[in-house]
């Protein structure tokens, strides 16, 4: 059977390539081409070459079985399920197929579809071990059940998950956060170069801090290094040590650096009976109790109860060696046949916090609770929602105040994280009470003031390049009042048959409580004639500004009759000539992600990034291809973060673009 390993104890990696004019390819080489990226880790293409290749020859039901596969390893969940919808009943060919359909539907939420597909599954499978099956469908149902109970109850959880924000997150992988104070915490991330290494970040006025890399630890390369645990007293500082070479799964194991007056020893290898030959041994969390150093840890060791479970070893607290004893499994009520992770040991209350997905949960894996010590434990108890959703939730972890924590998740988190396909850190506490603030004001005509009404009004709020709409209504007054939040970007858009659109951009942060603001619409004139439209320009009376952020005056101007508008500019949806462009003036910038012989603007490759900025095309006739880019941006900042994402999204090869008046001025490669 097949067990998914996170990157969080087994270190995955994907190096994403772009494939120019895969719609020329036959489906022979496309599948050759999606089986080279797959040998390679690059999951991402290879799970769209994989699908492309099977629409051209769906007979070839082996190939959108492999996209599937690709969309599963990328915890793409949607996607996984929709490529294995294709071959679900054909269990013979592909094993467990019904399963991993039915899992990806219920990690994508869609529980009662899940449920009923289980049934189906575990109806028809005849394999010699549908005893175990069994058990493990049956888990899988309840966890359904659980899910639609949570989703139905009307109690409303005094616990809020938030997201911390692009300060700490990036859009690689986030893990292992260890609270050091209640304003200072530690985790692991790949966000440079690929490779785990240990960052850390403050609360400073109520925000976090751009994360930066924790200094005295060594640097060893070809190494990720993760997963860290301080002792009490904070003169040890256990970890894992996981090969960086490898693309695939990672052999890891656990290691100790002592601090030596201000500085950190050279890191220390615990005994061979801990980290066993042939295993994996990571995750430590340790412990002072009675005299002792507990260190709970996660293995894959022989003597397991599954898969990855939670073990524990101990040494005398008065000794200065690393003299740990024979490592004991924590048995049944904590291990399944399943997969346990990220161990964390409350002292003060008892309880053993950690991930598993061989329990009862809502997702792939869950955080659980159980009241104990060392081997002995009562019976583990489901955190539920918010703590837990129906994607992957691990590394629970609570503060010195017990107040509040962090956690693991690869769940989406409204406009801040639109994808499953990575981990960030989530922090949770009681939900605090919001003071609530308005955004209002009236709506009048420029020319004479008189009020307006029956205007369409939206909300919408902004978070870097992406706008996500809030809240529409119809303004049967002339005055309009939206509730609003502290610490936010927001825009208005105003809409009125016979006037000019109108926004107004504003903020909540530094104290702001709310905004006031009064439209003026300027009514629409048309121009005198139709021949005489056709030939108007637009010129912009400043320079070009990004029409996302701001409004600008624009002169509309023709032989006729010159007249003034209020609106941000008119910019087409794709440049054909491939060199000018008359609506813009200034210095800005675009972002290329590919170019290709022919161009399917609805090719799954562009899936993704047609949701974090608008997608343009310019014809190069002379070469023969079609430039697709990400337009516009006025700083070579906000370019830079744009294309940032873009490769993350796949466009590995892509690269920004200087643009002057209109003009193509050439690449940026630095």
């Known amino acids: 059977m097949l067990r998914i390993i996170p990157l969080l104890f087994a270190i995955l990696f994907t190096c994403i390539n772009i494939s120019y004019g895969q719609n020329e390819l036959s489906w022979k080489k496309q599948r050759k081409l999606a089986e080279q990226q797959y040998t390679a880790g690059n999951y991402t293409e290879a799970a769209l070459n994989f699908e492309e290749a099977w629409k051209k020859h769906p007979q070839s039901k082996e190939l959108i079985f492999k996209a599937g596969e690709c969309y599963t390893l990328l915890k793409d969940f949607k996607n996984a399920a929709q490529s294995y919808k294709h071959v679900k009943g054909d269990r013979e060919e592909f094993e467990l197929v019904g399963l991993k359909y039915a899992r990806a539907l219920k990690q994508d939420g869609q529980y009662t579809v899940a449920k009923k597909e289980l049934s189906d599954f575990i109806g028809a499978y005849q394999g010699d071990d549908k005893a175990l099956l069994s058990q493990i469908v049956n888990t899988e149902i309840q966890g359904c059940d659980l899910g639609l109970k949570l989703a139905n109850s009307t109690k409303e959880s005094s616990i809020e998950v938030r997201h911390l924000g692009a300060n700490v997150n990036s859009l690689k992988t986030e893990f292992a956060p260890i609270p050091f104070a209640e304003d200072l915490f530690y985790f692991s991330s790949t966000m440079e170069d690929d490779r785990a290494y240990l960052y850390r970040s403050q609360k400073q006025k109520g925000a976090w801090t751009k994360a930066v890399a924790a200094e005295g630890l060594p640097n060893l390369p070809n190494k990720h290094l993760a997963n860290g645990s301080f002792a009490p007293d904070a003169k040890r500082f256990y970890f894992t040590l996981c090969d960086a070479s490898s693309k695939l799964v990672s052999t890891c194991e656990i290691h100790v650096t002592k601090r030596v007056g201000s500085k950190w020893s050279a890191p220390t290898r615990l005994r061979d009976y801990i980290n066993e030959a042939g295993s994996t041994t990571t995750q430590p969390w340790v412990i002072h109790k009675e005299g002792k150093e507990i260190l709970y840890f996660v293995s894959n060791r022989k003597g397991g109860k599954g898969g990855m479970d939670i073990w524990y070893t101990s040494r005398d607290l008065n000794s200065g060696d690393i003299d740990f004893t024979y490592p004991i499994n924590l048995g049944k009520q904590v291990n399944s046949i399943g997969d346990e992770l990220t161990p964390f040991y409350d002292d003060v209350k008892g309880e053993l916090y950690f991930s598993s997905n061989g329990h009862v949960g809502l997702g792939g894996w869950d955080i659980f609770k159980v009241s104990g010590l060392e081997k002995k434990w009562e019976q583990a108890e489901n955190l539920g929602s918010p703590i837990n959703s129906s994607a992957d939730d691990f590394y629970y972890v609570l503060k010195p105040s017990r107040t509040g924590g962090f956690l693991i998740s690869n769940r989406t988190s409204g406009a801040e994280k639109v994808s499953t396909q990575h981990e960030d850190i989530f922090e949770f506490g009681t939900k605090r009470k919001q003071q609530q603030f308005y955004v209002k004001g009236q709506i009048m005509e420029k020319e004479s003031t008189a009020d307006i009404n029956n205007a369409i009004i939206a909300l919408y709020e902004i978070t870097g390049q992406k706008e996500r709409l809030l809240q529409t209504k119809k303004a049967t007054a002339n005055n309009y009042q939206f509730p609003i939040l502290a610490n936010r970007n927001y825009r208005l858009v105003i809409e009125k048959k016979g006037y000019l659109k109108n926004t107004f951009d504003f903020s909540t ?154 003009q193509r001025i050439g690449a940026i490669w630095k």
């Not at 021949?531 to 990004?546: D, E, K, L, R, W």
């Not at 624009?554 to 794709?574: D, K, L, Q």
């Not at 830079?640 to 690269?655: I, R, T, V």
């Open 509 to 662: 942060f530094q104290g702001k409580r709310g905004a006031t603001h009064d439209f003026y619409l300027s009514k629409y004139v048309s121009a005198p004639n139709p021949s005489v439209a056709q030939t108007q320009t637009v010129t912009p009376t400043q320079p070009y500004t990004n029409p996302n952020t701001s409004t600008a005056t624009y002169t509309a101007s023709n032989t006729a009759s010159p007249m003034v508008v209020n609106r941000p500019p008119t910019i087409p949806a794709s440049t054909n000539t491939g060199v000018s462009n008359p609506y813009l003036q200034g210095t800005y910038y675009k972002v290329q992600l590919i170019a290709v012989n022919y161009h399917n603007e609805n090719h799954p490759r562009y899936r993704h990034v047609k949701n974090i900025a608008r997608m343009e095309t310019e014809s190069v006739p002379e070469k023969k291809v079609t430039r697709v880019l990400l337009a516009n941006f006025p700083s070579k900042q906000e370019a830079q973060a744009m294309l940032e994402q873009a490769q993350q999204y796949g466009f590995a090869d892509a690269f920004l673009v200087k643009y002057r008046d209109g």
